[in-house]
């Protein structure tokens, strides 16, 4: 058993925290208080090679594995919730699914333009009135010669007002349930598309969060992605890659919470003595650090099955519930060691407070995640191999 | 052009704490990385390529940790790395590490120019290259904030050298060393397919033998410069009252500052 990371890994870790340090935190307050979109950041993200960092070099990806996916993720997340979803939206929710379940022509006409982060991608599963419930959508595809027409409404996406490139699912079939649903590969420009923002969230206000409106837009076969009513299985998939992704984010936001508060708690005196001497302080620390500790260990448990191209549904639903309710009440502590500077936007706990609440909703509420650790438990769900499984990380292939 | 990059590792001051150890910071078994001087080093070398062609070799003096300093000149593009280190070379003052540079540059053969730092974080002595360039022979040009025309085949160079209170533009004939401060570039992040490039490299590691060094003229026992002060320097500070009414008491305070030279 081995807890070291890579050489290669290491240098990661430093490179995008180093990013973070000087690129993110320096103006995502900012954008935090006017909630506006650090548009900024893209190219310096994609000249960093972030866009596709675990895409193959031959799609233009930088070739790494799915731990330095989740390092990025860490180090982003670290900095703000917002800029780390942007890669689990634009990678983990589109370009992965494609190279997992697209045709060679479709991976290599779609591939290289969001690995080099020309085109910027989302995911429209969630709709007004499905979230959890997949099932209960009513987008709907009819087909009329080699062309969907595709309608529906998409709810709460990430990045719906930067993308240019949307894999949305609708239903091809009405009767199938989520048997009935196919995923589809859009382009921003196209006849009856159209998209806007939601204003006034809690958190996450330097992420574009909004909608998706499809009214008849005629969609080529070439671009459906997968089978007809394979679209689910694809979803699911999908939710694999950017769970991972939402829980190594949470040790990010961790990690920075921790750092603050131990950093705060050395300085601030109350009674004679630092903070950092009382003992219910130093009992809020500890418990930060178990959680960063034992989420860390989920995480990299996941990139290690993630890499052996084992399926990971399980690990990964609790990975991004554990990580992602630690990261809410390890920020929520980091609030309170600060006192009444942590409850001002002076500090990033409060920022990190706001974010984190967002992560225990989407990428499946923490009660679903509950609801399925307890029924693989009790035998009520089993993980059926898929018509295209990720493959595993062979640097072989994946630096050619 | 043949292009030199002279690196050294250094503890992240960011991360030290304030214990102190002589003249030393103490960063045992703390964080190292690049001496940020020579990342403005290594971006200055790696644009030199890129604007002219030919190579850029990172050369660093250090422990065997050192090589980690390398691997990210190399991520960041430098093209091949040699890290100078041999126990016989520890604790030595700047002249016996410049002595050991020049070693191990002539060992890589011909240059154009030769790149590096204004100063090490650690020592900040900003002496070491000042005695490269004296031992081999060819102009110094520090401090460098622009470099406005670097001419291979002219065999010359241009460059902005940001003094106290003036900027004062030079030019020196090639082959030369530089030594730069921030404000000449915006280094860049080593890149992720520099990574994977320079998590396979080997880095040759040269010792005394390697360089014809004799062990005896190296490191601590070679060194001229001996440190006697102690650190942290002894505060002296007490407190004064001064008496009157508000108008005598800032006179006085007024006073007593430009008395004491604060003000």
């Known amino acids: ?20 340090r000087n690129e993110i935190l320096p103006s995502i307050r900012e954008h935090d208080r006017n909630g506006t979109f650090p548009h900024e950041l893209l190219p310096k993200m994609a000249a960093q090679g972030f866009m596709g960092i675990c895409l193959p070099v031959r799609y233009d990806g930088a070739g790494m594995d799915f731990i330095s996916l989740g390092l990025l993720s860490e180090g982003l997340e670290w900095a703000d919730s917002s ?22 022509e ?5 591939l290289p333009p969001l690995a080099t982060g020309e085109n910027i991608a989302c995911f429209g599963l969630t709709e007004p009135g499905a ?115 939402v829980a190594a984010g949470a040790v990010g936001l961790m ?89 001002s936007d002076e500090y990033d706990v409060e920022r990190h407070l706001r974010n984190s609440k967002s992560a225990v909703i989407y990428e499946g509420t923490s009660q679903i995640h509950q609801l399925m650790q307890a029924d693989y438990e009790f035998g009520n769900r089993t993980d059926r191999p898929l018509r295209c499984e990720m493959p595993a990380y062979d640097p072989e292939y994946w630096q050619q | ?39 403005y080093t290594l971006e200055t070398a790696i644009q030199a390529r890129e604007e002219h062609g030919g190579k850029v070799t990172a050369l660093c003096l250090g422990p065997p940790e050192a090589a ?6 190399l991520a960041m593009g430098v093209d091949e790395a040699v890290l100078v280190s041999d126990p016989a070379m520890a604790d030595g003052d700047s002249l016996t590490s410049a002595r050991i540079l020049v070693a191990a540059i002539r060992k890589i053969g011909a240059f154009d120019l030769i790149v590096g730092g204004r100063a090490a974080i650690d020592g900040n002595t900003a002496a070491t290259a000042v005695q490269v360039a004296a031992l081999l022979g060819v102009p110094l040009v520090s401090y460098v904030a622009e470099l406005r025309n670097l001419d291979p085949s002219d065999r010359t160079l241009s460059a902005v050298r940001l003094l106290e209170k003036a900027r004062e533009t030079v030019t020196s004939r090639l082959p030369a060393l530089i030594t730069v401060v921030k404000e000449i570039n915006e280094p860049r992040y080593p890149s992720l397919i520099g990574i994977r490039k320079a998590a396979r490299a080997n880095i040759p590691i040269w010792g005394c033998k390697d360089l014809s060094l004799d062990a005896a003229a190296v490191g601590a026992g070679a060194s001229g410069v001996e440190w006697r002060t102690e650190l942290p320097p002894v505060r002296e500070a007490h407190i004064e009252m001064i008496d009157g009414g508000p108008e005598d008491a800032a006179r006085t305070l007024v006073d007593r500052l430009m008395e004491e030279k604060v003000i």
């Open chain 2, 68 to 73: 980690e300093a390398l691997k990210t000149a």
């Open chain 1, 83 to 104: 800029v780390r979803e942007t890669i689990a939206v634009h990678l983990g929710l589109h370009a992965l699914p494609i190279f997992q379940w697209g045709t060679e």
């Open chain 1, 131 to 245: 979230g959890s419930d997949v099932a209960a959508m009513t987008s709907r595809a009819r087909k009329e010669g080699d062309t969907y027409l595709v309608s529906g409404e998409k709810m709460w996406i990430t990045l719906s007002d930067v993308a240019d490139r949307f894999l949305v699912f609708a239903k091809t079939n009405q009767e199938e349930g989520t048997r009935g649903i196919t995923a589809f590969l859009l382009e921003r420009g196209w006849e009856g598309l159209t998209t806007g923002t939601i204003k006034g969230k809690m958190g996450v206000r330097a992420s574009n969060t909004g909608w998706i409106n499809m009214d008849e837009v005629p969609v080529p076969e070439s671009h459906r992605l997968g089978e007809e009513g394979e679209g689910f299985k694809i979803a699911m998939s999908c939710l694999d890659n950017a769970r991972y992704t």
């Open chain 1, 255 to 343: 990690k920075y919470c921790l750092e603050a508060s131990v950093a705060y708690a050395r300085q601030r005196r109350t009674f004679g003595q630092p903070i950092g001497d009382h003992q219910l302080v130093k009992q809020l620390i500890a418990q930060m650090k178990q959680r960063v500790d034992l989420g860390e260990l989920a995480v990299r448990k996941v990139g290690w099955l993630k890499n052996r191209g084992m399926r990971n549904t399980r690990e990964t639903s609790m990975a991004k519930w554990y990580c992602t309710e630690s990261a809410f009440a390890t920020a929520s502590d980091a609030v309170q060691v600060h006192g009444a500077y942590g409850y």
């Open chain 2, 1 to 39: 052009m043949n292009i030199i990059a002279l690196v050294k590792q250094t503890p992240d001051t960011a991360q030290l704490s304030a214990s102190m150890d002589g003249l030393k910071l103490s960063a045992e078994g703390g964080p190292r990385i690049v001496n940020p001087w020579d990342e």
């Open chain 1, 1 to 20: 058993m081995d807890f070291e990371l890579s050489e290669e890994h290491r240098m990661v870790e430093r490179m995008v925290y180093d990013f973070a």
């Open chain 1, 106 to 110: 479709q991976k290599e006409q779609f």
